[in-house]
């Protein structure tokens, strides 16, 4: 009996499949189509045991859905622009294209060996002149529809790396990388509106059925839809222009507790004020230093500075607010301006207390003690359901919930025509210009004359110059000699190319669409966007449930609008699932300052370090890191066990939206199962005898039920518990003293349903059994439903509510009979006395009262 070579194996039967192209995605109208799609990875140059448990996920499915007779799209990309590429043409000396390019070979290289059903035809990666070259195509068509649209704005700038930072690349307001303190810099950038799809983006989550809901609770608190009041504030004496303040309140109901009014650094009367006020200049400048996100302003020291300007309440002329400059205000929603009520939010009730401002109650709790921040409490923010007591009112009934509250003072405030009830998103639009070189070039040129004008289409892809050097801080492009000077569009007069690249997330915002016509000169062809999308399965990280998501929604949107998918792919992802993650110990030792010097887990073994037998700290169960060298190499567990047996091992211990701790044990544990199939079905291929029909029968109806759920297990994501099913038919067949050509059945069919998680094994097995061509391409077995109804049945026989045996019958037997084989059974029981009663429920119990 020959032994389970994995290595040899799994070459020649990827090889085979290659051949026969079991894999190229064809649309095929006679057959339903079926696409799925994993989130693409960013090429650092390794995968990990992250990228196995993922794309292992989408290959199941894939391989199991082919089997069932659908055309599949199952493609590969590369998320390759970045500041990556970047930093490590700095630290090298080389170039983003060529790191970026041999990563590419590098990953593509470890994920071949996995076997995976890919169609490495439909490859591309975002750094491809081909495909960039048809997402400026999509920007053109985008800006022509006005989804496009270009102003200054307050952004995130890195003064070390001299470039656009995105709100999730500040950190404590630093830059991730550099970090230096983040400043708050107004740039005139390029925006996506999608602001203006924020209540359809909102709205459509309630359709989306099959993603989780927790991703969709993600979704929908960001886009953060609000109704509340739109008002003003008059100035008591109009300066620098204004006669009013603008404000955009979602508590309106607290208005009576209004002690300051305050505006953003950034406000146009702020600006206007620090013209020619030294110290106003002075504290916006200052307030302009950290990041722009709601978070990282929320967790700042909030700092203000009183203009001396003075505000009419709305309410009572009389009362005079004061106006503030503060820095948590954010211009980019509302209207840049607030009112303060610190009784009832915190941030201005800390506010208030830095400068002394008063603090005034506009509601208590309804029931039981409270204690006002007036008195030093904090501030009392109930639920919007909630019911209080107003004891500063002025619309609607004194005791009701905050929400009807506000809507009383909406009504109120339009009645006495002051105020308008509006709705607003806290959704902002897509700030995509990006100050760097190794993205997308923006095709815009810019005109003394014409102003901002479109590259001609015919001149697409606008191409990045490889000549570049990254000897110093800042965009290259900036100081390339002559790549940014053109003539212009429009005139012909001399004009300068837009130097700022795109946003990262615009080229994973329709890389799904791509894939269905990939080397298309256009961004995609109708015919064949129309037969492959939706994406049926979208796989990937939580890590992702917002931007990208959201990104991707919006730009499916963008191009129905522009003619470039139909009008049922506006949601582009009908399922999503989100993987756990893959963990394992951190190994560490100490130096002579005490701090942690980590260790691959290929240097320990024991407890001890290989090299010097000294032991090590074990940190269990962590997310793996490079820095903290708890990762897992596949390549080596290939060379080592086989693909099959990581593939198998990162699907079986436990279930996919978990995380999974990879174990040396587990990985070895693994690979003796799969050796054990390969010992079986080499003994099913090599009996002799005849057939034993009860065995036979037997093991038949149990082959018939592990296809029934094995197949619910893989449809449903319950990988686990389809290969908690094969443990068990493995054991059974193991047991069996069937014939052997029941055995040789069986074992085939066995490894028909392992092979969407261990497709070379069973490829090899399936033609030492006597299947018929490529076992990728057989037909998925199916189960017969009468093969799943139990002959017999076990019954529990309770006396007086009390369990006091079991009969096993067959189970079509006649009531009679099954009392009286139940009333033998529990005679004992029953002590001679005669049962007042039995009752026989079918296939579940029976019941005898004595």
Same mark, same amino acid.
């Given at each position: 009996m020959s032994r389970y070579d994995a290595p040899s194996i799994e070459a020649r039967w990827q090889a085979e499949w290659d051949k026969a192209g079991s894999f190229r995605a064809k649309a095929d109208p006679e057959k339903p189509k079926y696409y799925v799609l994993e989130m693409f990875p960013y090429p650092s140059g390794r995968i990990h045991m992250g990228h196995v448990r993922n794309y292992t996920m989408g290959d199941v499915v894939a391989r199991q859905k082919r089997a069932t007779g659908h055309a599949v799209l199952h493609p590969m990309g590369w998320d390759a622009f970045g500041l990556p590429a970047e930093n490590a043409a700095m630290a090298s000396?080389?170039?983003?294209?060529?790191?970026?390019?041999?990563?590419?070979?590098?990953?593509?290289?470890?994920?071949?060996?996995?076997?995976?059903?890919?169609?490495?035809?439909?490859?591309?990666?975002?750094? $491809?002149?081909?495909?960039?070259?048809?997402?400026?195509?999509?920007?053109?068509?985008?800006?022509?529809?006005?989804?496009?649209?270009?102003?200054?704005?307050?952004?995130?700038?890195?003064?070390?790396?001299? %470039?656009?930072?995105?709100?999730?690349?500040?950190?404590? /307001?630093? /830059?991730?990388?550099?970090?230096?303190?983040?400043?708050?810099?107004?740039?005139?950038?390029?925006?996506?509106?999608?602001?203006?799809?924020?209540?359809?983006?909102?709205?459509?989550?309630?359709?989306?059925?099959?993603?989780?809901?927790?991703?969709k609770l993600m979704q929908a608190n960001w886009i953060g839809r609000s109704r509340g009041l739109e008002m003003s504030f008059p100035l008591v004496e109009p300066a620098e222009g204004f006669d009013a303040i603008p404000v955009y309140t979602t508590r309106p109901d607290t208005l009576l507790g209004a002690s300051f009014v305050?505006?953003?650094?950034?406000?146009?009367?702020?600006?206007?004020?620090?013209?020619?006020?030294?110290?106003?200049?002075?504290?916006c400048e200052e307030a302009r230093k950290g990041g722009t996100t709601e978070e990282a302003i929320e967790t700042a020291e909030k700092t203000g500075l009183d203009t001396g300007l003075r505000v009419r309440h709305p309410l009572d002329a009389s009362w005079e607010l004061p106006v503030w400059i503060a820095n948590f205000i954010l211009m980019d929603y509302g209207t840049g301006a607030i009112f303060g009520c610190p009784a009832h939010d915190q941030r201005d009730l800390d506010f208030a207390r830095k400068y002394a401002l008063p603090v005034v109650s506009t509601f208590v709790p309804v029931e039981g003690e409270h204690a006002r921040p007036e008195e030093g409490a904090d501030a009392f923010v109930p639920q919007k359901t909630e019911p209080v007591r107003y004891v500063k009112l002025f619309a609607g009934e004194e005791e009701q919930s905050s929400e009807q509250g506000v809507e009383a003072a909406i009504a109120?405030?339009?009645?006495?025509?002051? /105020?308008?009830?509006?709705?607003?998103?806290?959704?902002?639009?897509?700030?995509?210009?990006?100050?760097?070189?190794?993205?997308?070039?923006?095709?815009?040129?810019?005109?003394?004359?014409?102003?901002?004008?479109?590259?001609?289409?015919?001149?697409?892809?606008?191409?990045?110059?490889? $000549?570049?050097?990254?000897?110093?801080?800042?965009?290259?492009?900036?100081?390339?000699?002559s790549w940014s000077r053109v003539p212009c569009p429009s005139c012909g007069g001399e004009a300068r190319r837009e130097t700022d690249t795109m946003d990262t997330f615009v080229d994973s915002s329709w890389y799904y669409a791509r894939f269905t016509a990939p080397h298309?000169? %256009?961004?995609?062809?109708?015919?064949?966007?129309?037969?492959?999308?939706?994406?049926?399965?979208y796989i990937g990280g939580i890590e992702h449930a917002i931007l990208h998501l959201l990104y991707s929604r919006f730009f499916?949107?963008?191009?129905?609008?522009?003619?470039?998918?139909?009008?049922?792919?506006?949601?582009?992802?009908?399922?999503?699932? %989100?993987?756990?993650?893959?963990?394992?110990e951190i190994y560490q030792t100490r130096d002579e300052n005490g701090r942690p010097v980590y260790h691959f887990p290929e240097e320990v073994e024991g407890g001890r370090l290989k090299s010097s037998g000294e032991a090590v700290e074990i940190v269990p169960s962590a997310k793996m890191s490079k820095s903290k060298k708890n990762v897992v190499d596949p390549v080596h567990i290939v060379a080592t066990y086989g693909a099959d047996t990581a593939r198998w091992f990162v699907?079986?211990?436990?279930?996919?939206?978990?995380?999974?701790?990879?174990?040396?044990?587990?990985?070895?544990?693994?690979?003796?199962?799969?050796?054990?199939?390969?010992?079986?079905?080499?003994?099913?291929?090599?009996?002799?005898?005849?057939?034993?029909?009860?065995?036979?029968?037997?093991?038949?109806?149990?082959?018939?039920?592990?296809?029934?759920?094995?197949?619910?297990?893989?449809?449903?994501?319950?990988?686990?518990?389809?290969?908690?099913k094969l443990y068990a038919f493995t054991n059974l067949l193991a047991k069996s003293e069937a014939g052997p050509e029941a055995k040789r059945r069986a074992a085939r069919v066995l490894a028909q349903l392992m092979a969407p998680m261990t497709p070379h094994l069973s490829e090899e097995l399936w033609a030492r059994l006597g299947g018929e061509g490529l076992c990728a391409e057989a037909a998925w077995p199916k189960a017969d439903p009468a093969m799943l109804i139990e002959e017999s049945v076990t019954l529990p026989i309770q006396v007086n509510g009390k369990r006091r045996g079991e009969i096993q019958v067959a189970r079509d037997t006649a009531v009679k009979e099954i009392e009286r084989l139940a009333l033998e059974a529990v005679a004992r029981s029953l002590e001679g006395a005669a049962p007042k009663k039995v009752i026989v429920v079918p296939g579940r119990i029976v019941n005898v009262v004595a």
């Amino acid at each position: 009996m020959s032994r389970y070579d994995a290595p040899s194996i799994e070459a020649r039967w990827q090889a085979e499949w290659d051949k026969a192209g079991s894999f190229r995605a064809k649309a095929d109208p006679e057959k339903p189509k079926y696409y799925v799609l994993e989130m693409f990875p960013y090429p650092s140059g390794r995968i990990h045991m992250g990228h196995v448990r993922n794309y292992t996920m989408g290959d199941v499915v894939a391989r199991q859905k082919r089997a069932t007779g659908h055309a599949v799209l199952h493609p590969m990309g590369w998320d390759a622009f970045g500041l990556p590429a970047e930093n490590a043409a700095m630290a090298s000396g080389g170039h983003p294209k060529d790191w970026t390019y041999q990563n590419i070979a590098d990953m593509r290289g470890q994920m071949k060996p996995l076997g995976f059903s890919i169609d490495w035809s439909r490859e591309f990666a975002t750094c $491809d002149p081909d495909y960039y070259g048809q997402q400026q195509a999509l920007f053109l068509d985008m800006l022509d529809a006005g989804l496009v649209t270009r102003r200054a704005a307050v952004v995130n700038w890195d003064p070390v790396e001299m %470039t656009v930072l995105a709100n999730e690349q500040v950190v404590d /307001g630093k /830059g991730w990388r550099s970090g230096a303190d983040v400043e708050r810099r107004e740039l005139t950038q390029w925006f996506f509106k999608i602001s203006d799809m924020a209540g359809d983006l909102l709205d459509a989550l309630e359709g989306l059925d099959d993603w989780p809901a927790k991703v969709k609770l993600m979704q929908a608190n960001w886009i953060g839809r609000s109704r509340g009041l739109e008002m003003s504030f008059p100035l008591v004496e109009p300066a620098e222009g204004f006669d009013a303040i603008p404000v955009y309140t979602t508590r309106p109901d607290t208005l009576l507790g209004a002690s300051f009014v305050a505006v953003s650094p950034d406000h146009p009367l702020a600006k206007a004020l620090a013209a020619h006020r030294p110290e106003v200049a002075a504290y916006c400048e200052e307030a302009r230093k950290g990041g722009t996100t709601e978070e990282a302003i929320e967790t700042a020291e909030k700092t203000g500075l009183d203009t001396g300007l003075r505000v009419r309440h709305p309410l009572d002329a009389s009362w005079e607010l004061p106006v503030w400059i503060a820095n948590f205000i954010l211009m980019d929603y509302g209207t840049g301006a607030i009112f303060g009520c610190p009784a009832h939010d915190q941030r201005d009730l800390d506010f208030a207390r830095k400068y002394a401002l008063p603090v005034v109650s506009t509601f208590v709790p309804v029931e039981g003690e409270h204690a006002r921040p007036e008195e030093g409490a904090d501030a009392f923010v109930p639920q919007k359901t909630e019911p209080v007591r107003y004891v500063k009112l002025f619309a609607g009934e004194e005791e009701q919930s905050s929400e009807q509250g506000v809507e009383a003072a909406i009504a109120f405030a339009e009645a006495q025509g002051w /105020g308008k009830g509006v709705t607003r998103y806290r959704l902002r639009d897509w700030l995509l210009s990006r100050q760097r070189y190794w993205g997308c070039p923006i095709p815009i040129v810019h005109c003394a004359e014409c102003g901002a004008v479109p590259v001609p289409r015919d001149q697409l892809p606008v191409r990045l110059p490889e $000549d570049v050097s990254f000897d110093r801080p800042g965009n290259p492009l900036d100081r390339h000699p002559s790549w940014s000077r053109v003539p212009c569009p429009s005139c012909g007069g001399e004009a300068r190319r837009e130097t700022d690249t795109m946003d990262t997330f615009v080229d994973s915002s329709w890389y799904y669409a791509r894939f269905t016509a990939p080397h298309a000169v %256009t961004p995609t062809e109708m015919d064949e966007a129309a037969y492959w999308m939706n994406v049926d399965q979208y796989i990937g990280g939580i890590e992702h449930a917002i931007l990208h998501l959201l990104y991707s929604r919006f730009f499916a949107r963008a191009m129905v609008q522009t003619g470039h998918l139909p009008a049922s792919a506006r949601e582009p992802f009908d399922a999503l699932f %989100t993987q756990g993650m893959v963990t394992h110990e951190i190994y560490q030792t100490r130096d002579e300052n005490g701090r942690p010097v980590y260790h691959f887990p290929e240097e320990v073994e024991g407890g001890r370090l290989k090299s010097s037998g000294e032991a090590v700290e074990i940190v269990p169960s962590a997310k793996m890191s490079k820095s903290k060298k708890n990762v897992v190499d596949p390549v080596h567990i290939v060379a080592t066990y086989g693909a099959d047996t990581a593939r198998w091992f990162v699907l079986s211990d436990s279930p996919p939206e978990r995380d999974v701790e990879w174990t040396a044990a587990g990985a070895e544990a693994a690979y003796k199962h799969l050796s054990r199939v390969w010992r079986l079905a080499q003994e099913a291929a090599e009996a002799t005898g005849d057939a034993k029909p009860d065995a036979d029968a037997a093991l038949e109806r149990a082959l018939h039920k592990c296809i029934h759920e094995v197949t619910q297990g893989v449809e449903s994501f319950g990988f686990n518990a389809a290969i908690a099913k094969l443990y068990a038919f493995t054991n059974l067949l193991a047991k069996s003293e069937a014939g052997p050509e029941a055995k040789r059945r069986a074992a085939r069919v066995l490894a028909q349903l392992m092979a969407p998680m261990t497709p070379h094994l069973s490829e090899e097995l399936w033609a030492r059994l006597g299947g018929e061509g490529l076992c990728a391409e057989a037909a998925w077995p199916k189960a017969d439903p009468a093969m799943l109804i139990e002959e017999s049945v076990t019954l529990p026989i309770q006396v007086n509510g009390k369990r006091r045996g079991e009969i096993q019958v067959a189970r079509d037997t006649a009531v009679k009979e099954i009392e009286r084989l139940a009333l033998e059974a529990v005679a004992r029981s029953l002590e001679g006395a005669a049962p007042k009663k039995v009752i026989v429920v079918p296939g579940r119990i029976v019941n005898v009262v004595a």
